[in-house]
């Protein structure tokens, strides 16, 4: 790669920081712009659960991006750990998905038809790994390879990585507007003035569609608000993650309890409600009975980038040459982040992607009226 091609990254989140970690170690003089300190908004609200089988519901481009990145997530955190001496608390323990009735048996055995690693369990054996989880659940599916992380220790690693790599850092630098030449994006311009470049990458979140409304596009995203709570009990309950419709319990190295998350359209409202977090912690005592019992640690509620059809967006646009979209990862963005960055890194650095990135065009907001 010649190291006189530049990209800025809009965006700090852990989708910007995967990406300008990639192209930096790409030789890609990469500066990093995020609004506020990095890695602050959804990507450290996350459950960090790496849940390419639990979470996907049918098979298609989005599981394969979802399996593509999980195959390089160990790989992805030890090597950030090898950098910054920080560990991201990654946990190889997968996930149970529970089912409490015949439907919920149904419909979670008929993914056994496409998913690649998953195996029905009786509620007996899920009882004989867990026996704290509730004598009435009927069975459930067993995800081996969902493991997880900690997206706070995630963060930690990953920003000193950027550090230590010499990335560009420009934390509480707004991005106002993409500057435009003969037609094609050249750069951007922030609080501290106008930056140029061969490659501007747009990983703002949930806040992307502002940067392209001034094109007369708008990306069909919407911020998805998750609040989530945090407990404790006197001794730990459980060791793999347990995930039902609607809600998860994910066991973190230091004994507390993530319960999360609400799935809600309230702009940028990050606020928590006490009905929130009190139908939380119902829904997990119902999974858990010994949940009733258990200490409150902290309440909190991030933005995910939600798109309308599910899909991040990834690629080049045809309609704005030198921008490249890396958002839109919605549910799924902490899984996501070492493909992605590796995907946009082949992008900038002109190499064969490594998958087919037609289905997650940026050229689809031209299609959808939101
Ligand atoms: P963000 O982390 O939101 O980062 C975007 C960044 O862009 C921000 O730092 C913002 O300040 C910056 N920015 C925005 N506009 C500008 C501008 N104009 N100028 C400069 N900077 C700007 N995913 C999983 O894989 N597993 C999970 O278990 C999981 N659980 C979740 C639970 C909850 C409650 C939530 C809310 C999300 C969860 N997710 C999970 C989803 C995941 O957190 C997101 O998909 C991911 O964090 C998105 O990362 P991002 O970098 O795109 O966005
Ligand atoms: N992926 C879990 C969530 O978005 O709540």
Redo the contacts with the bound molecule.
């Keep these: 790669m010649n190291s006189t091609t530049s990209a800025i990254v809009?965006?700090?989140?852990?989708?910007?920081?995967a990406v300008a970690l990639e192209l930096i170690r790409a030789g890609v003089r990469c500066t990093l712009?995020?609004?506020?300190?990095?890695?602050?908004?959804?990507?450290?609200?996350?459950?960090?659960?790496?849940?390419a089988q639990v979470?996907i519901h049918q098979p298609g481009s989005f599981y394969e991006l979802c399996r593509l990145s999980q195959r390089l997530y160990r790989e992805w955190t030890e090597e950030l750990e090898q950098l910054s001496g920080v560990s991201a608390q990654y946990i190889q323990q997968g996930i149970l998905r529970i089912a409490w009735n015949e439907e919920d048996e149904q419909e979670l055995r008929s993914r056994l038809a496409w998913i690649q690693d998953a195996e029905w369990m009786e509620a007996a054996a899920m009882r004989e790994w867990e026996p704290a989880i509730a004598s009435d659940v009927r069975g459930g599916l067993y995800f081996p390879k969902d493991h997880?992380v900690h997206?706070v220790h995630l963060a930690k690693t990953l920003q000193a990585a950027l550090h230590k790599q010499g990335c560009d850092i420009r934390e509480w630098?707004?991005?106002?507007n993409l500057v435009e030449r003969g037609g094609r994006i050249i750069g951007?311009r922030?609080s501290e003035g106008e930056l140029y470049a061969d490659h501007v990458i747009v990983?703002?979140?949930?806040?992307?569609p502002?940067?392209t409304e001034p094109f007369g596009f708008r990306l069909p995203m919407f911020p998805?608000?998750?609040?989530?709570i945090s407990v404790k009990t006197d001794a730990p309950l459980i060791k793999k993650t347990i995930f039902t419709k609607g809600g998860?319990i994910?066991p973190k190295q230091d004994g507390t309890m993530l319960i999360?998350?609400?799935q809600e359209e309230a702009g940028f409202d990050k606020r928590c409600h006490v009905s929130a977090v009190s139908a939380l912690h119902a829904k997990a005592a119902r999974l858990l009975p010994a949940l009733e019992q258990a200490e409150l640690v902290s309440t909190?509620?991030?933005?995910?980038?939600g798109t309308r059809d599910g899909l991040p967006f990834m690629g080049a646009s045809s309609k704005l040459p030198g921008l490249i979209f890396?958002?839109?990862?919605?549910?799924?963005?902490?899984?996501?982040?070492p493909g992605t960055g590796k995907l946009i890194r082949q992008l900038v650095t002109g190499q064969q992607p490594d998958m087919d990135l037609s289905a997650f065009t940026p050229d689809r907001m031209f299609a959808t009226v939101d």
């Design positions: 809009v965006g700090g989140g852990i989708i910007g920081s712009i995020d609004k506020g300190a990095l890695l602050q908004e959804a990507s450290t609200a996350a459950a960090g659960m790496l849940g979470e997880q997206p630098t707004p991005v106002f951007v922030t990983c703002a979140g949930a806040w992307s502002t940067l998805s608000k998750g609040q989530c998860y994910v999360g998350a609400t909190w509620a991030g933005l995910r980038p890396s958002t839109g990862h919605y549910r799924n963005g902490i899984l996501l982040a």
